[in-house]
């Protein structure tokens, strides 16, 4: 199981958290794992129930999380490592890079200011990729929770940095993205 | 919402961290923590290239950045502050061998009265966020209580199944292996490895995280002559350099492994060649923790 999922899980941790955080929260998420073997839900893969162990592990570094997308919002330098790296380095598209880097920051200041079930669902959409359903398996909530926690956060995310809000979002039916 | 683009900015905005990760500590902690002896796919084909050679380049670097008198030490963002090491009376470099007699004169391991715990302290700085996370131990088996009651009863089982050992030692025992090295390194070398076989550097790496594991729940009753026992064999590992090297002005001391490909892993040495730490990575991506151990009522 490692050997199929730690790549994945290690991903969105480190978008989390940073690297090195991730590495033993990769390690803490599979001795969890391990433990509660016999919990995993169904014959189908266990990605989901590995994301939701490892959601509820990065909840002991919500306030590091927080605090670093405020301190990348304030600052542009992520205190994980490097800059906001949104564009290349220094070429000829300098205004390009501004501009890139100026939207992290805004997007950085909305991920911080989320509430927490948002924001987990936000990012286990984005980075761990998982559809409505399985979001729901992670975070043992309810289908439609997942729908609008997850409108909701990306109308704040939309809005911080100047997209318009989608006239699709009524349609919006929760299949897998 | 069928327009992705705000998706798109929040994968973008941490993308470098997208690249395979080695994962290589993980592993080792995930075979140590499960008891498995084999992997699906053998960790050595993964981690052969980034433990092709097991280096001491932070010894060079480390001692260079120090005798330039730089503030880019790797450890200098945490040692500020609140998170000053002990100082060190002791000279600032040291062979490995003067370390090993330093340990000899560490303080005695605490008498444990009944119904005490250990409570370690953890001070974290993962790149300059800092956090103190505090775990208590039953010192009858280093049972970790505060965790799930599951993985309590668990670590019991343990226990009472297959008696002391590194992972799940007592007073006595501890006093017990100091003298017998020979049966110490067997112990520390027994690495859980897939069937094709172990390095020596992975075994060097999985008795590095036994030594850190236990100087971190357990320094206080350990006696120092299986202090001294431990560096003994950890430096005397085949496949291993290890160097001392020092990492702040104040004369602290690390003994290092660094993993080709991989991030340089480091003991931090305080009083009396006491682990009092470790640091992993280096730069401005680092994750650096401090260790004290008590016991409490």
């Not at chain 1, 994980?80 to 805004?106: P, Y």
């Given at each position: ?11 969105y ?9 991730a ?6 998420v599979?001795l ?5 073997r ?29 605090r670093a997308?405020?301190a ?9 490592g ?34 927490r079930?948002?924001?987990d ?20 909530i ?5 729908r ?7 109308a704040?995310v ?11 979002a ?8 | ?8 900015e ?25 008891g ?40 200098r ?38 119904g ?18 505090t775990q ?14 599951e ?5 019991r ?12 030692p ?10 017998d ?16 076989g172990c ?17 971190r ?11 001294s026992a431990?560096l ?20 602290h001391?690390?003994l290092?492994?660094?993993v ?38």
């Amino acid at each position: 199981m490692f050997d199929a999922y730690s790549e994945r899980v290690h991903r969105y941790c480190a978008h989390r958290v940073g690297p090195v955080a991730a590495e033993d929260l990769v390690a803490e998420v599979f001795l969890v794992a391990h433990r509660h073997r016999d919990r995993i839900a169904g014959p189908g893969e266990p990605l989901a129930w590995l994301y939701g162990i490892a959601t509820n592990l990065l909840r002991r570094h919500r306030r590091d999380e927080v605090r670093a997308y405020r301190a990348l919002a304030r600052v542009g330098v992520d205190p994980f490592g490097g800059a906001t790296g949104v564009v290349d380095s220094h070429d000829s598209r300098s205004a390009e890079r501004v501009d890139a880097t100026r939207t992290g920051r805004r997007l950085a200041g909305a991920l911080a200011a989320l509430p927490r079930r948002q924001r987990d669902v936000l990012l286990l959409f984005a980075i761990a990729e998982l559809s409505y359903a399985e979001i729901a398996v992670a975070l043992d909530i309810p289908i439609g929770s997942v729908r609008s926690a997850l409108s909701r956060a990306r109308a704040s995310v939309r809005a911080a940095i100047d997209l318009p809000s989608d006239p699709d979002a009524s349609t919006d039916d929760g299949s897998t993205p | 919402m069928n327009d992705l683009r705000d998706i798109d900015e929040i994968r973008a905005l941490r993308a470098r961290f997208d690249q395979p990760a080695n994962l290589t500590r993980a592993r080792a902690r995930v075979l140590a923590g499960t008891g498995e002896r084999s992997a699906r796919r053998s960790p050595v084909r993964s981690w052969a290239p980034a433990l092709a050679g097991v280096v001491v380049v932070g010894l060079v670097v480390a001692v260079a950045l120090v005798a330039r008198g730089t503030d880019t030490a790797p450890l200098r963002p945490g040692v500020t502050g609140t998170q000053s090491l002990p100082a060190s009376a002791e000279p600032s470099v040291g062979p490995v061998d003067v370390l090993i007699r330093l340990a000899l004169t560490g303080p005695a391991p605490a008498e444990v009265r009944a119904g005490q715990h250990i409570r370690s302290e953890v001070r974290l700085s993962d790149s300059g966020i800092r956090r103190t996370e505090t775990q208590l131990y039953e010192p009858e088996g280093l049972i970790l209580t505060t965790t799930a009651a599951e993985y309590v009863q668990q670590q019991r089982t343990t226990f009472a199944k297959d008696g002391p050992s590194l992972r799940h030692p007592t007073p006595g025992y501890l006093a017990g292996l100091a003298g017998d090295p020979g049966r110490l390194r067997t112990m520390l070398l027994d690495a859980p490895c897939p069937p094709s076989g172990c390095t020596d550097e992975v075994r060097a790496w999985f008795a590095w995280n036994l030594v850190s594991d236990l100087a971190r729940s357990a320094d206080v009753i350990t006696p120092p002559a299986l202090r001294s026992a431990l560096l003994r064999v950890l430096t005397g590992l085949p496949g291993v350099t290890l160097g001392t090297e020092t990492i702040d002005d104040v004369g602290h001391r690390t003994l290092s492994i660094t993993v080709k490909g991989d991030q340089t892993h480091r003991l931090i040495l305080g009083e009396h060649a006491r682990i009092v730490g470790a640091l992993t990575g280096g730069g401005s991506t680092y994750s650096l923790s401090l260790w004290t151990t008590t016991l409490v009522d």
